[in-house]
């Protein structure tokens, strides 16, 4: 049976790349897009799958306008994928306010709504697939994009969250987080926040190697569609999926860091429980919380 997709930023990066094979493999989508004549060539090749959708996603009529819309032209939503966002490079300090509100509205406050925009449609199906289009730069932080990786951690929680929510529905929620990928997500899209002194050697020293044009990500976005093609068909999906082998080594490594620091102010950690205290986890609420 067909599934209906729901892809934010259809027009480029990963978005077009999965958009593409999502149409080959003969499913159907509802392709947002702020500019959809950008579509045109999908459009042309497969007139009856596709169903082009201008949307701003920080335009929360338009979202809601948008799923109602692709509701009411293919009669359902199967798959969701939040793929729409930007990068933005610069010290926290530097960034201008407009910067990290546009930042913050782009990159989770949308994916946030249009996922609330779709879930009352899932939940009364009984089913759904939502694939959150965040970053390694939602679980290991670095300096010089502290803004957008504000952005992509609460994506992450939100994700891991939402999918514990919603499971007893039948709606699986993966996170899906690439490393670098050829895309245009340190190229033509990136912006950056206005230079302050003392950050040459950190900050800066990013911001200049993705100007000269001289990064070449390891990610293939075609890969990662494929690989998204097949996430939505496995019936344990996992919560979190890191693409790319840079990013694997980056969470290994944050992840022994935070685990060894843990360790080390283990004393401080659990001197702070009164001391009548139960132990909450024990509780039936408590297990909820440790779950799988």
Same mark, same amino acid.
């Not at 951690?153 to 999918?163: D, K, V």
């Not at 007893?168 to 990928?181: A, K, M, N, R, S």
């Not at 070449?216 to 496995?234: H, S, T």
């Given at each position: 049976?067909?599934?209906?997709?729901?892809?934010?930023? =259809?027009?480029?990066?990963?978005?077009?790349?999965? $958009?593409?094979?999502?149409?080959?493999?003969? *499913? @159907? +989508?509802?392709?947002?897009?702020?500019?959809?004549?950008?579509? /045109? !060539?999908?459009?042309?090749?497969?007139?009856?799958?596709?169903?082009?959708? $201008?949307?701003?996603?920080?335009?929360?009529?338009? +979202?809601?306008?948008?799923?109602? =819309?692709? +509701?009411?032209?293919?009669?359902?939503?199967?798959?969701?994928?939040?793929?729409?966002?930007?990068?933005?490079?610069?010290?926290?300090?530097?960034?201008?306010?407009?910067?990290?509100?546009?930042?913050?509205? $782009?990159?989770?406050?949308?994916?946030?709504?249009? &996922?609330?925009?779709?879930?009352?449609?899932?939940?009364?199906?009984?089913?759904?697939?939502? @694939?959150?289009?965040?970053?390694?730069?939602?679980?290991?932080?670095?300096?010089?994009?502290?803004?957008?990786?504000?952005?992509?951690?609460?994506?992450?929680?939100?994700?891991?969250? @939402?999918?514990?929510?919603? @499971?007893?529905?039948?709606?699986?929620? $993966?996170?899906?987080?690439?490393?670098?990928?050829? &895309?245009?997500?340190?190229?033509?899209?990136? =912006?950056?926040?206005?230079?302050?002194?003392?950050?040459?050697? &950190?900050?800066?020293?990013?911001? *200049?190697?993705?100007?000269?044009?001289?990064?070449?990500?390891?990610?293939?976005?075609?890969?990662?569609?494929?690989?998204?093609?097949?996430?939505?068909?496995?019936?344990?999906?996992?919560?979190?999926?890191?693409?790319?082998?840079?990013?694997?080594?980056?969470?290994?490594?944050?992840?022994?860091?935070?685990?060894?620091?843990?360790?080390?102010?283990?004393?401080?950690?659990?001197?702070?429980?009164? !001391?009548?205290?139960?132990?909450?986890?024990? &509780?039936?609420?408590? /297990? =909820?919380?440790?779950?799988?």
């Amino acid at each position: 049976m067909k599934k209906v997709w729901f892809i934010t930023g =259809s027009s480029r990066g990963l978005g077009r790349d999965l $958009t593409a094979q999502v149409l080959a493999k003969g *499913d @159907l +989508v509802a392709a947002t897009a702020r500019n959809t004549a950008a579509l /045109k !060539d999908l459009v042309e090749k497969y007139p009856d799958q596709i169903f082009p959708i $201008t949307l701003d996603v920080t335009d929360y009529d338009q +979202v809601y306008l948008a799923v109602e =819309s692709a +509701v009411a032209h293919f009669g359902k939503i199967d798959v969701l994928v939040n793929n729409a966002g930007f990068g933005i490079v610069g010290a926290a300090e530097a960034f201008t306010e407009e910067q990290v509100r546009s930042q913050l509205e $782009t990159n989770l406050y949308a994916p946030i709504e249009i &996922t609330r925009a779709v879930l009352p449609f899932m939940r009364k199906q009984r089913s759904g697939r939502i @694939l959150q289009i965040s970053s390694i730069g939602g679980r290991v932080g670095n300096a010089g994009i502290s803004i957008y990786q504000a952005a992509k951690f609460g994506l992450s929680g939100f994700s891991e969250a @939402l999918a514990k929510e919603v @499971l007893d529905l039948g709606i699986y929620v $993966t996170c899906v987080e690439p490393g670098g990928f050829r &895309t245009d997500w340190a190229g033509a899209s990136m =912006s950056y926040a206005p230079r302050v002194e003392g950050y040459e050697s &950190t900050v800066e020293k990013r911001s *200049d190697f993705f100007q000269s044009g001289n990064f070449i990500p390891m990610g293939d976005p075609q890969k990662a569609a494929k690989a998204m093609l097949a996430l939505v068909e496995n019936p344990e999906p996992p919560v979190h999926l890191v693409f790319g082998s840079e990013a694997i080594g980056m969470l290994k490594h944050a992840d022994a860091a935070r685990t060894a620091e843990m360790e080390k102010w283990m004393d401080v950690s659990l001197s702070t429980d009164h !001391d009548e205290a139960e132990n909450f986890l024990n &509780t039936d609420l408590g /297990k =909820s919380f440790t779950k799988k």
